[in-house]
């Protein structure tokens, strides 16, 4: 499905929440409270007076100290990680690849496509995908595949689901999955099964709409047949359908695979497209957004090996930030804003072994224990009124223009942090 990518208004009263990809532009903050947001977006609006506290401890002279640290152990060091970045806005994005060139770091945001063993989706299996509004305004069947965005993406079914379509065309929503996702109703139904099912599922579906039948099933696999003819029937008698999924962790990456492949079947009988929630909650806002700018520079979302814009060996699987951290191959990791869990994880069983510079706001940053590790405070994303972001399916949400007024944020520290590395390294280079 092609749709222009377009960039979403945010009136001059309204806030943007950047707790989850989701973005919503039209949270309004008055001193009695927080207007549309859900709990999570409130609670972090309701943070953000000790977040502010805590990033000016890093202004003036302490941050310039710092930055001089932070230079110094990235120069310093063997080989670098450049990661996160999900947290930042693609002007801050593009200023860290900046800083990974400079020293020929490693490049990896920590998503799930680039640790699976058979690369991204999209260069195996092509994605139709659209945005947001085309399932409100088009889709009269939403298939929620093997996830719940209320978990992750909590305004989601709010905001592009519930509404009715411009036709007043009835929208049927189903879940497949263990997760009810709505209440039992005439237009929802449920399929229960397990997560272990999503591929054989995938696949009958898939056979379904393509008119192939089946031999006979064993036994144990009649849940799964069940709750696939739930789902073909209903995509046979719907006229434009979207299946939400979600991209988590999945070592091999069929799972995405089959889903695609699905998706396309449909797309040769009637309109369909598929909606992947990445990220969430825990994944930063900005997720879309530096899986982009990696891609337009490196031709990946990470995985990349040493960045380079002439062409830096993208390896999925092996350069992803987790195995490069595990396998002891980066002496130094510059974390841009939150990290996953898992790379999170990765860089704690290292211990002292390695040197870690976090570029976050107050809240971003858990404890380190000893190690070489220096701590650059900034604004809170949520804070910002300058940079843009794309919102999870692409489209995009600008902050507000210029960085003057937003001298603190995370974008001005790392523009700082790239200016004194590239003055120590021509140090070391000596007069030319
Ligand atoms: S759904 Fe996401 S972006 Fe919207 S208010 Fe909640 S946390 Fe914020």
Known sequence: MTSSRSTAAVAPESRVCTVCPLLCEDVVVTAGGVIRACAAGAAAFGRLGSEAATAATGAGAARDTAI???????????????TGLADATLEGITTALDLAEAVGAAVDIGGSETSQVSGPTIARAGEVTAEWEELRDRADLVVFWFCDPSATHPRFIERFVTPPTPGKMPRRTIAIGVEPVLPA???????VLPLAAAIDAARLIEAAVAGIRGGPLRADDEAIAAGAEVVADAIAAA???AIVTTRGADPIGLGPWSTALLVRAITHAKPAFEIPLAGGIDGGANLAGAAAICTWRYGAAGGIARADRGGGPFLPAECDAVRLIDRGEVDCVVAVGRLSPFVEAAVARRAATIGLVRIASGDAASADPARPSIRLGCRSLLASRSGTLLRGDGRRIVLGPGLAADDDSMAAVLADLVARVQACLQT???PT
Not at 185 to 191: G, I, K, L, N
């Open 428 to 430: 070391r280079r000596g």
């Open 185 to 191: 109703s005439s237009t929802h139904r449920h399929a």
């Open 239 to 241: 006229e434009c359908v």
């Open 68 to 82: 001089d640290r932070a230079a110094a152990l990235i120069t310093a060091a063997r080989r670098v990680l450049v």
